[in-house]
């Protein structure tokens, strides 16, 4: 084993590192699928064979995940100074602690796309930070854009995965280096001076913000709001990941009422306010329900040009 971590085999199983889980029960790709920021994410792999390998900073330090499907069974295991926090959360982060059956789906399209996706989950990472600053660098630019703003800070200011993680994996910057990345480095990424200044804010008061992972959501959203250029937008997206939250429904984004709009109403003009009227049925997982809107594939089709990455305006 090269390098000075040694592997540790997970503890929140209790087959030595198995999960008994039918496979109709736990995707690991839909559940793990959000913490994934774009195909080339430096924390997030998915090998050919379909190991999911996965960096993260715990409040204990950096650890790695694997974790793989085989039968009727999800393996994991984890290295690192985190590895220890990273077994106790590890039930939360594969979405053993969602109750899917909460769901009932009133439409024929959910009906359907639920029976087709039954592994989906919602994961809960007990982390903010690192999905927050991800989603402030989505503010106002495409995703293709903010991906690279993510990737190239990532690989510059965070430090190789520990454990046999493939070649690239990374962990992230802590809080105290996330507030020291200098102004051009910053311009180098491709990164406002609104959002750097945004994110510098929130690694300055970071134990603060990881608090909100154990809060009611809407409590959690109401800590992260505080913060100048966090809004409704970036809090959700965060919660949504970091505390599982199943009705904490994006509000604020450019595409999904108009999704939301056509998938349940043929209307693609739909605003946030048609949007929530919509998922009103589903209170309590509205937030499901989008995801499984998403994931039907039931889109307007395009008639405008791609807009330009200034007129994204989420925050």
Known sequence: MAGRFAPRPTRTTTRGGHLDVPPEQLDLGLTLGPLRRGPYDPTFQVTPTGEIWRATRTPEGPATLRARAHGTEV?????????????????????????????????????????RRPGLRLTRTGLVLESLIPSVLEQKVTTTEAYGSWRRLVRQYGEPAPGPAPEGLYVMPDARTWARIPSWEWHRANVDGKRAATIVRAARVAPRLEEAAHMPPAEARGRLELIPGIGPWTSAETIQRSNGAPDEVTT?????????????????????????????????????????????????PRRAPRLAPNDITRI
């Open 252 to 300: 604020g984004d450019l595409h999904l009422p108009g999704i939301v709009g056509w998938a349940l109403a043929g209307d693609r003009t739909a605003d946030d306010a048609t949007m929530l009227e919509l998922l009103a049925p589903y209170e309590g997982q509205r937030h499901r329900a989008a995801r499984l809107i998403l994931l039907s594939g039931r889109t307007p």
């Open 75 to 115: 393996s994991t295991d984890t290295w690192g100074p985190g590895a220890a926090w990273l077994d106790e959360n590890l039930a939360a982060l594969l979405g053993m602690a969602d109750d899917p059956a909460a769901f009932v789906p009133r439409h024929r399209l959910l009906l359907a796309t639920h029976r």
